[in-house]
Structures are given as structure tokens and as C-alpha cells.
T-cell receptor, first 113, second 112 residues
């Protein structure tokens, strides 16, 4: 597609379950970013992928969060043993070779019951 | 962590008026960007200004940057109802590995 695609658009799950969020960047964009947007914390940067390089995971909120990017394209963000504080909108963005601007998807709205 | 602080937090004006939003940040930057977010949607990039630039225009948008004061402003002229949205400033300090650092945003309402 023409833009960054994220799925699912909405996810409701019970506390303690694992969830997997998917991001399909713009074709040809080598850089991919994950952000979290919540009422209390605003927009937070989580992790960045450049091509197939190993990412810096220090921005992830806890060790329950992990992310991978297969073949330098699609990325998944996985949250294990979800907690209520994980409820937020998870946004993905991509850019050409890490050069601004970043192009954002519409996000996945995650609700933990 | 939040770097930018926008003010005002909320702004309501009449259609046709100009809207000005301000952003302050804390650390040195490579560039500063403004994004718009409509309810339930992702962020749309509006304009980027580099640290060695002082002013930039794009259509009805005008952005200024004062690196000595670590502040920026976004001016939307001749506002339209469709401009109703939240506006965020975001700073880039290094390479892509740091991501963007966003402010808390200004919610702009244009009254028809």
C-alpha cells in the first residue's frame, strides 16, 4: 500500500494474555519505529530498526516487550503477560534510510481488561 | 521521556482566524518537526525545520525556530474547520536510533 499499515486496528484482551501487533512499513523505507501513546505519558519512543541491524532495546518499557523485524520489512511488537498499564495506542512509523520525516500508521488501540 | 512542551494545551478560535502554537524543548537538536493528529488516526507530518534555519513556510503554515531559547512556534493562517486536530512538536537530537521526542500537544478547535 501507499502508507504504513498496522494491524489490528483495535485489540481488547484480558490481563495476562500475550498480544502481537504488526506493522507493514512503506515500501522501500529501511527505517522503522515503534511509539506508544497514552493519556498519562503522551508519545513515547520504544524502538527503532534500520534495515536488518539489531535494534537498541533500551527504550522498551519492560522485558515483557519485544520486537522483531523480519527480512527488513514487516515488524511485530509483542507484549507478554499484558498488564492494564499496557493499554495505549501503539504507533508505527517508517522513513527512508532513517532520514526524516517519519510516516505514521493509524496505530493499534490496545485495551487490557 | 517528554522533551517538548507545547502551549497552549488547548486553543479554540473562529474559522478564518490565525492560530499560533508554541513549543519548548530541553536539549540540543538536529531538527524540529510539527505533526498533526486527527482523532483516532496516526500522525501526519506537516513541516520540518533544521537547527540552522530560523523560519520556514509551507502553504498556510509558518514555523519559526529559536535555538537560543530552545523554542519553536507554528502559525496556521486563515484557519479552516478541517484544521481541528491535535498538533505536536517533535525533536530529533541524533541519528534515528533515538527516535523522535514529542511534546504533549496542543488541541486546536476551529469553530465554524
Amino acid at each position: 500500500g501507499a502508507g504504513v499499515s498496522q494491524s489490528p486496528s483495535n485489540k481488547v484482551t484480558e490481563k495476562g494474555k500475550d498480544v502481537e501487533l504488526r506493522c507493514d512499513p512503506i515500501s522501500g523505507h529501511t527505517a522503522l519505529y515503534w511509539y506508544r501513546q497514552s493519556l498519562g505519558q503522551g508519545l513515547e519512543f520504544l524502538i527503532y530498526f534500520q534495515g536488518n541491524s539489531a535494534p537498541d532495546k533500551s527504550g522498551l518499557p519492560s522485558d515483557r516487550f519485544s520486537a522483531e523485524r523480519t527480512g527488513g520489512s514487516v515488524s511485530t511488537l509483542t507484549i507478554q503477560r499484558t498488564q492494564q498499564e499496557d493499554s495505549a495506542v501503539y504507533l508505527c512509523a517508517s522513513s527512508f534510510n532513517g532520514v526524516e520525516p517519519q510516516h505514521f500508521g493509524d496505530g493499534t488501540r490496545l485495551s487490557i481488561l | 521521556s517528554q522533551q517538548g512542551e507545547e502551549d497552549p494545551q488547548a486553543l479554540s478560535i473562529q474559522e478564518g482566524e490565525n492560530a499560533t502554537m508554541n513549543c519548548s524543548y530541553k536539549t540540543s537538536i538536529n531538527n524540529l518537526q510539527w505533526y498533526r493528529q486527527n482523532s483516532g488516526r496516526g500522525l501526519v507530518h506537516l513541516i520540518l525545520i533544521r537547527s540552522n534555519e530560523r523560519e520556514k513556510h509551507s502553504g498556510r503554515l509558518r514555523v519559526t525556530l529559536d535555538t537560543s531559547k530552545k523554542s519553536s512556534s507554528l502559525l496556521i493562517t486563515a484557519s479552516r474547520a478541517a484544521d481541528t486536530a491535535s498538533y505536536f512538536c517533535a525533536t530529533a537530537s541524533g541519528g534515528g536510533a533515538d527516535g523522535l521526542t514529542f511534546g504533549k500537544g496542543t488541541h486546536l478547535i476551529i469553530q465554524p
